[in-house]
């Protein structure tokens, strides 16, 4: 069985602009949840879509967003880009909510913004 | 809000030492998610604990649920140079949102 893909590994930005990332998860999971990792902070929920609904969110500000499709794949966005928003974007697929089943997390995409 | 604090946030042991590490609640939890990262890789999901004063063993891995079920510990067993990485601990809170909150991790180092 296929892993957890996102696009792109690695992707520098310049403020101001924004940013689509993209999440495969395993076939027949149903749940995506997205989270920031960086040094300092460890690992911060983004949010978590569940059949094509945002079921949880974390404490980021309206610029990040996200949104599921019809076959589990998911996107998240941000928009005008902020230096604090360097960091690794990791994306984890589930059978169901995460909160109840075990994640299976992708490599990760490694946003700079210069 | 529910936090998960993780003690130590860093632990250096020579190579054949046991040491364990806690997950700590300010709630109770409905269950308790551990995962590993190494050094330049993602999380993997170890195990899942779910009730009361749960034991659960690993090879050299040991994870147990708190009787109170708002704290966790993860105890290895002759620590190698194969377990390092960063431990996190995540946990639901019992009768509230659905979110898993993650704590800041444990970062094992092992000195061969």
């Known amino acids: 069985k296929a892993g957890v893909t996102q696009t792109p590994r690695y992707l520098i930005k310049t403020r101001g602009q924004q940013v689509t990332l993209s999440c495969s998860p395993i076939?027949?999971?149903?749940?995506v949840s997205w989270y920031q990792q960086t040094p300092g902070q460890g690992l911060q929920f983004l949010f978590e879509?569940?059949?094509?609904?945002?079921?949880n969110k974390g404490n980021f500000p309206g610029r990040f967003s996200g949104r599921q499709f019809s076959n589990s794949r998911s996107e998240m966005n941000v928009s005008t880009l902020e230096l604090g928003d360097s960091a690794l974007y990791l994306c984890?697929?589930?059978?169901?909510?995460?909160?109840?089943?075990?994640?299976?997390f992708g490599p990760g995409t490694r946003l700079t913004v210069t | 809000g529910q936090q998960v604090m993780q003690i130590p946030q860093y632990q250096h042991v020579q190579e054949g030492e046991d040491f364990t590490t806690y997950c700590n609640s300010s709630?109770?939890?409905?269950?308790i998610q551990w995962y590993k990262q190494r050094p330049g890789g993602h999380p993997v999901f170890l195990i899942q604990?779910?009730?009361?004063?749960e034991v659960k063993k690993q090879k050299r891995l040991t994870f147990q649920f708190g009787e109170a079920k708002k704290n966790s510990s993860l105890h290895i067993t002759a620590t190698q140079t194969t377990d390092v990485g960063t431990y996190f601990c995540?946990?639901?809170?019992?009768?509230?949102?659905?979110?898993?909150?993650f704590g800041k991790g444990m970062k094992l180092t092992v000195n061969p």
């Open positions: 984890a697929s589930s059978l169901g909510l995460a909160s109840s089943y075990e994640q299976y």
């Open positions: 076939s027949g999971h149903r749940s």
């Open positions: 879509y569940f059949s094509e609904t945002q079921r």
């Open positions: 709630t109770t939890l409905s269950n």
């Open positions: 604990l779910v009730k009361s004063g």
């Open positions: 995540a946990g639901r809170t019992q009768g509230g949102s659905e979110k898993l909150v």
